[in-house]
Every structure is written in C-alpha cells, then in structure tokens.
C-alpha cells in the first residue's frame, strides 16, 4: 500500500513544530518550509469550525505537477509512492505550481527552480517517518500505510479534486465545529508572518507572458493574412518580433539556459505543446516569408501551426481551474488572433469577432458587478475605446489609408484586455478555498444565533 500522511486536526494546536522540523531536516532558509499551516476561523466566528490544517505536498495518485510539467522533471518513486523533483531537470517556468491545487511546488528565485516536498525520502530508505510526522508534539502528524479506500480529506479548506491525495484528514470533533466566544486563544502557526512565497498568477509576474501571448497572435494574424494577399509583412520585421516574442517567453523560465526541455512532454503537457506548436509556426513562418512567399501551401502550413500554437496557449491556464475557460474570454488569444486576421485582412469577419470579443466582455463585466468584484471602469472604457471605437471610426473613414492606426489600435484594445485577463487569473489553492468555504458557513450561520451572540455580548 502506498504511503500517506495522517492529520487529525483535532489535536493541531498550530505550534508550527512540523514546519521546522521540514526546514530543519531539508536544510532550508528559517523562514522557508515545504509544509505549511492555515488556520480555519481565525477570527473565530461562532457557529463555525476552528481548527488548523498543516499541509505539505499530497504526493497524489494522479499527479497534475508531474502531467503539467513540459520538462519532465518530475519522477515517482514507486515503492514508497513519493513524487519527486528532479531539480537539474526543471526549466523554472512554474507551471506545476499553477496546475498543483494543493499550493506544494515551491519556487526558489535564487536558484531559478523550484523544490516541493520529498516524503523525507532519505528517511523512508532508512525505515523511518518524515521529520515533520516524527516531531509533532500532539500526535497530530503521522505517517503510515494507507488502503486508497481508507483516504478520507473532506474537510472545510481542503481543495476537492479527483488527483487521489495521499492524505487521511480525521473528521472534526463537535468540540471543533461549534467553538465558543470564550474560548482561550489557540497558538499562533510558527513564523505566521513569514508565509512562504506565493506562487499565484498576476499581471505583475506574468507582465512577460502578456506580451509573448498578445505578439504571438499577432504573429500569426500577420501570416494568415497574407495568404489573402491583403496584407503584406517585410520577412525582417517578421523574423526580429519572432526573436522578441521567443525571448519573451524565455525570460519567464527560471533556468532560461534549459529551455529546450519546454518541449518534452507534448504527450500531456500544454505548456509543451504551446512550444512546440509556436516555435513550429515562428520557422514555418520565416521560411515561407523570407525564402518561398509564392508557396501558399507551406504559408498556409505556418498558419495552421500558429493557429494550434494559440490554441494550446489558450489551454496552457485551462490548469487553473478556478478561472473562467478561455473559450468564455473575450482575451482568448485564439480569438484574439482571428480577430486580428481578419482585421489584418480587411475582412467583415473583422466585424462577426469583434461584435463576439465585445459581447464577452461586457458580459464578464456585469457578471463581475453582480458579484461584488471590481470591474475597473477606466481600464474597461479604455479597452472599448481603443479595441473597438476608434478602430470602427477609423474603418468607416478610410480603412486602407488609417490602416496601420487602426491596427496599431486594436492591439492596444487587446493588450488592456489580456492584462485584464492576468489581473483576473486565480489558482487554487488550500488557502483560496479556506475563505471560500468559511464565507459559506458564515453565512449560513442562522440569524437568530447572530441576535444570541449578540445579546450575550451586550
């Protein structure tokens, strides 16, 4: 049977003795840990479940880091069932980090990798548990052999995914579940303030997958319009902004000397696959454009390739699952390059996409002040202005003579909605769905507790 951890946070006081006790035997900075501990109902609201969960990496049946990773740098010990990272092997693109929900994979910036959990595989060779099972003071932690049947982790805060997380988590007692205003103060987690690095998707860290993704499409826009002979690009523009965009997606790579092993695991991986399929449309490209632009069946090879490469870039954030499909994104960036296509080409397809772009985005926006979250009125008004008025006005007045504002316009219009996109970006996470399930039990907490709790305080 494969080995598991066993939590019982019944007896989790938070101390944060396994998280040292992680760093200690893994020989990381003091304030780093590959296990961290969350606590469920801080503020202690009444009626809701107090407790803390102390999670490393699951070590899953399934594993998504090690499906998600293009490099693969991702092993399984199959004796002990541990999930390993091989760090020679890994390019530092973060991507098993988005694809883990469990929030394991860790990302190192001095040394450009990232490191997760081992099992303490050392230690099983040896017979013996994982530091952190080994030193919890409560009997919190442990370690042992675990029939699949036997894994129970339903539990407020805990990620539910079909992944088969090798974890038992025991039930909350009622104690747990309905703790009192007056209850002593439990201990703090160890370092609370020194949470570890959070490896979440924003527009500040993805600034340079913005560009690569905006580019890209453009790149192939400009190639599938030319096979309609309305549109012509100089072979040398081409090549140099394919230079750029591949330097783009490079400078993302923690280990940018590895690049090469993006392409590795196509089989499963779309961070692979976008590689593969972009880097392939970027040569087809170049060729047809410098050396053989009368062909337009290797033209039109390019095209396909590009427009795949999108496709797969598109699929790359499908791992995040907390977050809108791409094909519901007006800042999809397969539609994104078709839109650009037909622009490009002086198509009224333009027209049919734009229209499509502009419905999904303004439904994401009243979807978004429905639920209370910010809709950022400037950066939407310049996002119309830009992608879509001027660029009509511009087409109404003369489209062949403004052609290159109107362009250069409609990518700006682009370029807002996928910074947009990357602001909007979520990747789940133990401590994500910890304030999701405890906004639920708050307010399914009956009003007529609240007036009691209330009264009582008065």
Not at 147 to 160: D, H, K, N, T
Not at 248 to 266: D, Q, T, W
Not at 284 to 295: D, E, R
Request: net charge neutral.
């Amino acid at each position: 049977m494969p080995n598991s951890f066993l939590f019982d946070p019944n007896r989790c006081t938070g101390c944060g003795a396994c998280r040292l006790a992680c760093s200690i035997e893994n020989q990381l900075e003091p304030e780093r840990s590959w296990r961290r501990i969350d606590t469920f109902n801080r503020t202690r609201h009444p009626g809701v479940p107090l407790y803390h969960l102390s999670l490393a990496c699951n070590h899953c049946t399934e594993p998504a880091c090690m499906f998600a990773c293009p490099a693969l740098a991702y092993t399984r010990d199959e004796e002990s069932g541990a999930v390993l990272l091989e760090e020679d092997k890994c390019i530092g693109c973060r991507y098993c980090a988005w694809a883990c929900p469990y929030d394991a994979p860790v990302f190192e910036p001095p040394r450009g990798v990232m490191t997760k959990c081992t099992f303490c595989h050392h230690r099983l060779q040896e017979g013996l548990k994982p530091a952190c099972a080994s030193l919890c003071p409560t009997g919190a932690l442990d370690f042992a052999d675990v029939p699949e049947a036997e894994l129970e982790s339903s539990i407020p805060g805990f990620p539910a995914t079909d992944l088969g997380p090798r974890v038992r988590i025991e039930p909350l007692n009622e104690s747990r579940r309905l703790p009192l205003m007056t209850e002593p103060d439990v201990a703090e987690p160890y370092l609370a303030a020194a949470e570890r690095p959070t490896t979440g998707v924003t527009l500040r860290s993805e600034w340079t997958l913005l560009l690569f993704t905006v580019l890209g499409a453009t790149l192939v826009a400009s190639v599938a319009a030319t096979l309609a002979s309305a549109f012509s690009i100089r072979p040398i523009v081409f090549i140099d902004a394919a230079v750029v965009t591949m330097a783009l997606g490079s400078f993302h790579l923690g280990k940018v000397s590895r690049a090469y092993r993006a392409i590795l695991n196509p089989r499963r991986s779309w961070l692979s696959r976008e590689v593969v399929m972009m880097s392939s449309f970027l040569a087809l490209g170049a060729v047809y454009l410098w050396l053989t632009p009368w062909n337009r069946v290797l033209g039109a090879a390019a095209t396909l390739a590009g427009f795949l490469g999108l496709f797969c870039a598109d699929q790359v954030y499908s791992v995040l699952s907390a977050s809108r499909p791409a094909y519901k994104h007006s800042a999809s960036v397969l539609w994104t390059g078709l839109f650009l296509a037909a622009v490009f080409a002086g198509s009224w397809f333009a027209a049919l996409f734009g229209v499509g772009k502009l419905v999904l985005y303004v439904q994401r926006k009243n979807e978004f002040t429905d639920a209370g979250l910010p809709v950022r009125p400037w950066t939407s008004l310049a996002r119309v202005v830009f992608g879509f008025a001027i660029p009509v006005a511009l087409w109404l007045a003369d489209p062949t003579g403004t052609q290159v504002v109107l362009i250069a316009s409609v990518v700006l219009g682009e370029l807002i909605d996928r910074g947009e996109y990357y602001a909007e970006l979520e990747s789940e996470s133990p401590r994500r769905q910890m304030g999701i399930d405890l906004e639920e039990q708050i307010r399914a907490y009956p009003a007529a507790d609240r007036r009691l709790v209330a009264s009582a305080g008065d």
